[in-house]
């Protein structure tokens, strides 16, 4: 038997990713996705697209070309401060790094454009997963419609609809949260917050919090302010009164500088509450016959500049295996999940910064640039 057609669940990076390479090698793929339309929502900020796995995962994909033509060049600079403002560490984008940031949306929207039409089907929810012998598998979507597909790909995140047919685990909280906020034309409305950043990323770190942030397109200024505190210290909080919730935020940060406060007190959209959660990073599941997942609904992690990497080099290794066996699409199946899993165990770095106890006395701005050198020399 030949590879059947091939159904994915869910049209992030990850799933578009395969969809792609499954397309360079001939192999008939559709796409489910919940979502009304590519715009129905915000893509997030930018990603650091590493040599080792993101890019890799393009190259198979033989999208370079066009994603060079995304790159934001300059944005691989990062800043390590003090609370106080004081700059520690402070480490220029040479062109030489092999990280280069570009817009999430702009990259989903290249994979988008490698498809064939009809390749998404937009607003398609799946609703249920019904196993029928022989690796065949119905799925149903909201409003009722099926699909009966030979070959399940569960790329549909953290709250997977596939991953329960493989699986009993489920997400835990991971303890911190993230609140989201941006500053538009910074460099000229807030130039002491814009310079504190830089060209590229911020980091200042502290026990129990952290503030990240992005210079994104332009003088965009993009924060995540990062508190280790339980779901029900957020669950107080009223999101839904911007004022109040960025109020209460920003008392956590009570004493740091104000061009640093500012990023989360003078933010120019609501503040956008994101909780972390992580799945056991020992997760695995045994073969299923027609089946498999990946990216986040595989071994979903809290935020460490790698986890949107790691979904697309899923994509891309699953397409080349099934590529590679078209007469035996569960050797490929095989293949592809033990290298994922191999490689989902294993302990993850973004440059300036390891995947660490922020609530940890030990989460300090000398620890993180101690890291990045070592790291980085």
């Given at each position: 038997m030949r590879t059947p057609p091939v159904t994915i669940i869910g049209a992030g990076l990850g799933g578009l990713t395969l969809a792609r390479v499954l397309h360079v090698h001939g192999i008939p793929v559709t796409v489910y996705e919940a979502e009304s339309s590519p715009s129905a929502r915000g893509q997030g900020g930018l990603l650091d697209i590493h040599d080792y796995n993101g890019q890799r995962a393009l190259k198979a994909a033989g999208l370079m070309d066009e994603?060079?033509?995304?790159?934001?060049?300059?944005?691989?600079?990062?800043?390590?401060?003090?609370?106080?403002?004081?700059?520690?560490?402070?480490?220029?984008?040479?062109?030489?790094?092999?990280?280069?940031?570009?817009?999430?949306?702009?990259?989903?929207?290249?994979?988008?454009?490698?498809?064939?039409?009809?390749?998404?089907?937009?607003?398609?929810?799946?609703?249920?997963?019904?196993?029928?012998?022989?690796?065949?598998?119905?799925?149903?979507?909201?409003?009722?419609?099926?699909?009966?597909?030979?070959?399940?790909?569960?790329?549909?995140?953290?709250?997977?609809?596939?991953?329960?047919?493989?699986?009993?685990?489920?997400?835990?909280?991971?303890?911190?949260?993230?609140?989201?906020?941006?500053l538009f034309d910074a460099d000229a409305r807030h130039p002491a917050t814009a310079k504190a950043v830089g060209g590229g990323m911020l980091i200042v770190p502290a026990p129990g919090r952290e503030i990240f942030a992005h210079r994104e397109t332009g003088d965009t200024l993009h924060t995540y302010a990062a508190l280790a505190r339980p779901l029900d210290w957020f669950a107080?909080?009223?999101?839904?009164?911007a004022a109040e919730a960025t109020s209460r935020i920003a008392r956590e940060f009570d004493g740091w500088a104000p061009e640093l406060t500012a990023l989360i007190t003078d933010g120019d959209t609501a503040p956008v509450l994101r909780h972390q959660y992580a799945l056991p990073t020992d997760h695995r599941w045994d073969r299923v016959p027609g089946m498999t997942l990946l990216g986040d609904a595989a071994h979903l992690a809290p935020p460490n500049g790698d986890g949107a990497n790691r979904a697309m080099l899923d994509g891309a290794e699953l397409g080349q295996a099934l590529a590679a066996h078209p007469d035996d699409v569960e050797l490929a199946l095989t293949e592809y999940e033990q290298e994922m899993f191999r490689r989902s165990s294993e302990v993850v770095m973004f440059d300036g910064a390891e995947v660490h106890g922020m609530d940890s006395d030990g989460n300090t701005v000398h620890a993180m640039i101690d890291m990045i050198t070592k790291k980085h020399g």
């Open positions: 994603f060079r033509s995304i790159v934001l060049e300059g944005r691989q600079a990062l800043r390590v401060l003090d609370t106080d403002g004081t700059v520690l560490l402070d480490k220029a984008d040479d062109g030489t790094g092999g990280r280069p940031e570009v817009q999430r949306g702009e990259l989903r929207q290249i994979l988008l454009d490698s498809l064939p039409a009809g390749t998404v089907r937009w607003g398609h929810k799946a609703a249920g997963i019904r196993t029928l012998g022989e690796g065949r598998h119905e799925v149903e979507f909201d409003g009722g419609s099926t699909v009966v597909t030979g070959l399940l790909v569960g790329a549909d995140g953290a709250w997977s609809r596939v991953r329960p047919h493989l699986s009993a685990a489920t997400p835990e909280y991971a303890g911190t949260s993230t609140v989201e906020t941006y107080a909080i009223d999101f839904t009164d």
